[in-house]
């Protein structure tokens, strides 16, 4: 078998086989098959596509690039979630300690920013000293202490979906369902937790821009799950803007523990009691949803989950002083108000404008393996629906030089429409499949 026999059948539009899938992916693994050629052969998947048996021998061949485990049997009502990518989206930062605090544990493979979006590593890299490269000694120590780790994949966890995102990233072939169906349902089977919730994100800061493509990624992934004896249940939820305020790593860190500490914004903080509710009912911990939101609200209430955020922290090698005072965080050189032009009602916050513009601040990376800048990003003020006056703040820009805070300063501003006429903010959580 050779690779380019492999990358020329998909580039033809033609079904590959188990075996040359696995192939593809030792090849990848084994440093046998270059970079070149691996980028060829995704963005012949992107445009291509997969059908259900190659996406599933794909998430398999994946998933055992490295080691397997599965977390139930280290820790009691172990329960992941994972988002498909979104701008400004910290809801892991929030909801992982949340349910921790509600009696779950949760072990996760996290990624770092792909393309526009964010990613929960670089975020929580954000606390100086944090380290997710765990290896699955101190993995299983921390989980087994204090319920909650988060990781990258590393050698030995899930390695081959690793060195695909990173390429992905830098090739314009995210946007894929076979491949982001497969990247994500394969760090859940080699890290499994038996349940299960996808936050599937739609709309224009989503890879998945219109409702029909993400009920298909949903639908994909809950597939996916169940054919490999997982429970697992999707929300379909919007990213037409940023979720919350903040865009940017230790901007969201901020948000993400105001959040924690009940002082979150009204829409984040109701996407992270709707996500945390239906991990909580899928492993059995309240009868309905509202019972489940009632708990998870006291919770947030009473600050309690911050002390599970900094075992965290704290036991990945972070600096906790910055939970207690977050202006310990990275601080950017320069902060600056943009200023409305005009007076009116918010029509459109474009999150993928929004959070190209925070990757060009230096929040994100534009070339594979580039460090970020935690400091940098984006503060919103405004949000759709939201009345602004002529001259009012519409969002503060945090940059460490004049020419990437001039650009971010033109490109905000073309991100916001402004109309005369009263416009509603958009739906949070447009569907729940099971
Ligand atoms: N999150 C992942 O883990 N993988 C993707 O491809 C997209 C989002």
């Known amino acids: 078998m050779l690779a380019l026999d492999i990358i020329a059948k998909k580039r033809d539009g033609l079904a590959l086989s188990k075996e040359e899938i696995e192939f593809f992916i030792q090849g990848l693994m084994q440093g046998e098959t270059p970079d070149y050629q691996v980028a060829a052969w995704l963005m012949a998947c992107y445009l291509q596509g997969m059908n259900t048996e190659e996406t599933a021998h794909l998430t398999y061949a994946m998933a055992h690039s490295g080691r397997t485990l599965d977390v139930g049997d280290i820790a009691p009502l172990a329960v992941?979630?994972?988002?498909?990518?979104?701008?400004?989206?910290?809801?892991?930062?929030?909801?992982?300690?949340?349910?921790?605090?509600?009696?779950?544990?949760?072990?996760?493979?996290?990624?770092?920013?792909?393309?526009?979006?964010?990613?929960?590593?670089?975020?929580?890299?954000?606390?100086?000293?944090?380290?997710?490269?765990?290896?699955?000694?101190?993995?299983?120590?921390?989980?087994?202490?204090?319920?909650?780790v988060v990781v990258a994949q590393t050698p030995d966890l899930v390695p081959a979906d690793g060195k695909l995102y990173a390429l992905r990233d830098v090739t314009a072939t995210v946007g894929s369902i076979p491949l982001i169906a497969s990247s994500i349902m394969s760090k859940k089977l080699a890290v499994g937790a038996r349940a299960i919730v996808l936050d599937?994100?739609?709309?224009k800061g989503a890879f998945m821009k219109s409702e029909s493509k993400a009920i298909e990624l949903a639908r994909a992934m809950i597939d996916l799950g169940e054919s490999l004896g997982r429970r697992v249940m999707a929300l379909i939820s919007d990213m037409n803007q940023p979720l919350g305020y903040t865009v940017g790593n230790a901007l969201e860190v901020k948000e993400a523990i105001d959040t924690l500490q009940g002082a979150g914004p009204a829409d984040f903080t109701t996407h992270c009691l709707t996500v945390g509710a239906q991990m909580l009912l899928l492993a059995e911990q309240a009868?309905?949803?509202?019972?489940?939101?009632?708990?998870?609200?006291?919770?947030?209430?009473?600050?309690?989950?911050?002390?599970?955020?900094?075992?965290?922290?704290?036991?990945?090698?972070?600096?906790?002083?910055?939970?207690?005072?977050?202006?310990?965080?990275?601080?950017?050189?320069?902060?600056?108000?943009?200023?409305?032009?005009?007076?009116?009602?918010?029509?459109?916050?474009?999150?993928?404008e929004v959070g190209l513009t925070a990757v060009d601040l230096g929040a994100g990376r534009k070339k594979k393996n580039e460090p970020v800048d935690h400091a940098v990003g984006i503060v919103l003020h405004k949000k759709i629906g939201d009345r602004v006056e002529r001259g009012e703040d519409l969002a503060t820009i945090h940059a460490q030089n004049q020419q990437a805070l001039e650009r971010a300063q033109g490109r905000l501003l073309a991100a916001y429409d402004i109309q005369e006429e009263p416009v509603e903010p958009p739906t949070l959580i447009h569907h729940i499949l099971r």
């Open 80 to 148: 992941d979630k994972h988002s498909t990518g979104g701008v400004g989206d910290k809801t892991t930062l929030v909801v992982a300690p949340l349910v921790v605090a509600a009696g779950l544990s949760v072990a996760k493979i996290s990624g770092r920013g792909l393309g526009f979006t964010g990613g929960t590593l670089d975020k929580l890299e954000s606390f100086p000293g944090f380290t997710s490269d765990l290896d699955m000694s101190q993995f299983l120590d921390n989980f087994a202490k204090y319920r909650i």
């Open 200 to 203: 599937v994100k739609v709309g």
């Open 287 to 352: 009868k309905n949803e509202q019972e489940a939101q009632l708990k998870l609200q006291d919770i947030l209430k009473s600050g309690q989950a911050i002390a599970n955020l900094k075992d965290l922290v704290g036991a990945q090698g972070g600096d906790t002083a910055s939970i207690e005072d977050p202006v310990l965080l990275p601080q950017a050189k320069l902060v600056h108000l943009v200023i409305s032009p005009q007076e009116g009602y918010i029509s459109q916050l474009d999150a993928m």
